[in-house]
């Protein structure tokens, strides 16, 4: 199918002077993922400091280019929040004052028994013009403003506040309405979440895939010993694009299946968790190097508490012993970062927490602890049931001491989704 209907265009633009000291901007993906899959081409980001001038003139040339501008951060009450005046700026408007957007924040601040100081009446304050984009997680309201720009074209203007609990249910909301109002023809996307590949051999696998659609959009992305593969289909009409996209879908299931635990949004810990309960188990795990890791993702899921026992950081080598019960002759023999221990450490969750399954973590996350036969990096994973059987797999990880806990974690969830889908 050849590319016969351009993408709208869309242009992030995230303010916080914290984003160039040093604070990931996981916003930037977040919003990014979330356009493509509406159909839009994100055109490019900036991170920028608070200053009026700044967020003003990135602004105007984002609305020069793109159809979309979407900003995040900059709505709160202090004098560094300058996103309101930047926008009005930009377009040439006044702000105004709205007593009734007013009384709304103060029946929040209410609701939480907390005094409203005097400078929170900023986050009152509308651009002319601007529809308001209710907050129900925050003070700061987002805003959205639909036009005409100098060159007679629609364009589209979205204020939305900096922490992400008020930023994505707002933007999600939104959505719908922007890809409505930016449509051209139709568009179809989807994303496969692979796990136990690099990303390398992925996009080896699915270069082929790639060659016979070429008028396709791909992203492939690895992060945390993860790979995501996403795709972008775009047609004259929503039909043909959804049509197409199923079969490039076919094909790249065909071609990575074997390393796709999800689609979309899943994360290895909700389709585990899907996994354990369809399935009438419990969990329990065994840390060490990775200290709560593990258990932390697991209980992020909703509703984790119908298959989650719990579980123990044992650090130690006395933890090890007393609560997982593991032998000391063990851990004088083959020592803490080994095959015999993690399956011990496994079993011993099990007992401890009365679990079906128990998954268990042990390693070498440095920087320091590394020797000759057990470098840093180093990191055994083992899982025991459901049904009594046990499996183990060692990882060599590279990266500094986040990196490696994190990917470990990562590792620990794959081999668990392993256990439960019977795969040797």
Not at 207 to 216: I, L, Q
Not at 263 to 290: F, Q
Request: positive net charge; glycine residues 12%; aromatic residues 6%.
């Amino acid at each position: 199918m050849s590319r016969t209907v351009a993408a709208p265009r869309a242009y992030l633009v995230c303010v916080g002077s914290e984003l160039l000291a040093g604070q990931v901007n996981t916003h930037q993906a977040w919003l990014s993922v979330r356009l493509r899959r509406a159909g839009f081409e994100v055109a490019g980001e900036s991170s920028l400091p608070d200053s009026v001038a700044d967020i003003r003139d990135a602004m105007r040339r984002a609305l020069d280019k793109t159809d979309a501008v979407i900003v995040s951060g900059g709505l709160g009450p202090t004098f560094d929040d300058l996103t309101r005046e930047a926008a009005a700026a930009a377009l040439g408007r006044k702000l105004r004052f709205v007593p009734s957007l007013w009384r709304v924040i103060l029946k929040r601040f209410a609701r939480y028994h907390v005094a409203v100081p005097e400078q929170n009446k900023r986050q009152a304050e509308v651009i002319d013009g601007a529809e308001v984009l209710a907050n129900e997680s925050g003070s700061a309201p987002g805003l959205r403003l639909e036009f005409r720009w100098k060159d007679g074209r629609p364009r589209t203007l979205i204020l939305l506040p900096g922490p992400y609990s008020e930023m994505s249910p707002i933007f999600t909301r939104a959505l719908p309405r922007l890809a409505a109002r930016h449509a051209r023809g139709g568009s179809a996307s989807f994303s496969l979440r692979l796990v136990g590949v690099s990303e390398s051999v992925a996009a080896e696998a699915l270069d082929p895939v790639r060659g016979r659609f070429p008028a396709a959009s791909f992203t492939i992305l690895a992060s945390g010993g993860e790979v995501s593969f996403h795709a972008t289909v775009r047609a004259r009409t929503a039909a043909a694009a959804r049509a197409e996209a199923a079969r490039l879908r076919r094909d790249a299931l065909k071609a990575a299946g074997r390393w796709c635990y999800g689609e979309g949004d899943a994360t290895l810990e909700s389709v585990v968790g899907a996994s354990l309960k369809t399935k009438g188990l419990t969990l329990a795990v065994a840390e060490s190097c990775t200290g709560g890791l593990v258990g932390g993702r697991l209980t992020s899921v909703p509703g984790s508490s119908a298959w989650f026992q719990g579980g123990v950081i044992a650090y130690d080598n006395s933890v090890k012993t007393k609560l997982l019960g593991v032998s000391a002759a063990l851990l004088e023999k083959h020592g803490a970062v080994s095959e015999e221990c993690a399956g011990a450490m496994a079993r011993g969750a099990c007992t401890a927490a009365r679990a079906d399954v128990g998954v268990a973590v042990t390693g070498i996350a440095g920087p320091d602890g590394g020797t000759k036969d057990k470098p840093v990096g180093l990191v055994w994973i083992s899982v025991y049931g459901p049904g009594g059987a046990l499996r183990a797999r060692r990882h060599d990880i590279h990266g500094p001491r986040d990196a490696v806990r994190a990917r470990a974690a990562g590792a620990a969830l794959a081999l668990l989704k392993e256990a439960l889908d019977g795969r040797p």
